[in-house]
């Protein structure tokens, strides 16, 4: 009994990963819930509920809890978490772990609490929460502890984090809710006003992971497109180019950029000479997206690299974090901005 385990959790707008000290990556499904309107009673959850988006009667509806990167549903939230982490480490009423979760760099005080309370519930001990950027530079295996800057871009689904770290805290960030579902919505709109098609999330998911790109590409990619007709309402299929994806998300990769920029131009001379020699890492889902590195490298003129395993680099460094909560809690390190007991 003696035994307390530690859990990392990366609480995604798309998805929801977790990290079992130990381990590692033990749990990696969608942030979507199907519920019963009529009882209240959770059908499906993580994968097997996305399955379900678009597609359900009446008194069952597939939802996503979290919305640019924070909770919108308090009691889903909590009733998924509980099952991812029952689902990860066990079902014993005995068990309590310690949670370490992430949170985007922009959160409110009240959206912390909501975060905390909802891990607190669903099981955990104790419960820290940490800033997403800084989880990602330490899964992304940079040494965050030393006095060279370092910048780290996190695309996930709800939003985009910017940050220069230094000293094992943040110098500077900026978040923007601007990310994975952003670029989703831009190519539903896209479909709607050039090709008169009606197209659902999970289509549009699928076009930007097969020919979404941010950057021209030197072969030009072509895919069908299924929908519906807006003009006589029947189903419809079109073909889409690469290029034709290039224009759709160009509006939301301008705000990525402008963000990145932003943050560039707020740091101290010193740090923004050691990031123009170390360059600029990307992490998250969105770092799949084809050219997104040439994209910022273009803007910025620095060199840009996509994080090895990038969709896991949050959950893996809220888990390496797990080893300094001992002495966080013992007051043997000072507990920088980055991270917060709760």
């Known amino acids: 009994m003696g035994f307390t385990a530690e859990v990392g959790i990366d609480l995604g707008t798309a998805n929801v990963l977790v990290y079992i000290k130990g381990k590692g990556v033990v749990l990696n499904e969608p942030s979507v819930v199907a519920i019963n309107r009529n009882t209240n009673e959770i059908l499906a959850v993580g994968e097997e509920a996305r399955q379900m988006l678009g597609r359900t009667p009446a008194n069952i509806v597939a939802l996503r809890p979290l919305k640019d990167g924070v909770i919108s549903d308090y009691d889903v939230t909590e009733r998924m978490l509980k099952y991812f982490i ?10 309590k772990p310690k949670i370490m979760v992430c949170v985007p760099s922009g959160v409110t005080e009240v959206e912390k609490r909501a975060v905390s309370e909802a891990a607190t519930q669903a099981g955990g001990k104790s419960v820290y929460l940490m800033e997403e950027p800084v989880a990602a530079a330490i899964g992304a295996g940079l040494d965050i502890a030393k006095p060279d800057g370092v910048m780290v871009i996190d695309i996930g689904g709800g939003t985009t984090d910017v940050a220069v770290i230094a000293l094992g805290g943040i110098v500077t960030s900026m978040s923007v809710k601007v990310a994975g579902d952003k670029f989703d919505e831009a190519i539903i709109k896209y479909m709607r006003r050039e090709h008169k098609l009606y197209i659902g999330e999970r289509t549009a ?19 069908e497109c299924r929908g519906r007709d807006l003009v006589t309402g029947l189903p419809k299929s079109v073909s889409v180019s690469s290029v034709e994806m290039l224009n759709a998300l160009d509006e939301p990769l301008q705000v990525i950029c402008e963000a990145v920029h932003s943050v560039l131009e707020q740091t101290p001379p010193e740090l923004a000479s050691d990031i123009s020699n170390s360059g600029i890492v990307i992490t998250g889902g969105g770092a799949h997206l084809k050219g997104i590195d040439k994209r910022i490298m273009k803007r910025t003129g620095i060199s840009v690299i996509i994080a090895e395993d990038p969709k896991s680099c949050v959950a893996i460094g809220t888990g390496k974090a797990l080893n300094s909560i001992e002495a966080m809690e013992s007051g043997q390190i000072n507990q920088r901005k980055s991270y917060y007991y709760v």
Not at 86 to 95: A, E, I, M, N, P
Not at 208 to 222: C, H, Q, R, S, Y
């Open 205 to 223: 998911e699928e076009m930007k992971m097969n020919i979404g790109t941010a950057f021209p590409l030197d072969e030009p990619l072509v895919r």
């Open 86 to 95: 029952r689902k990860s480490c066990g079902s014993s009423r005995f068990f």
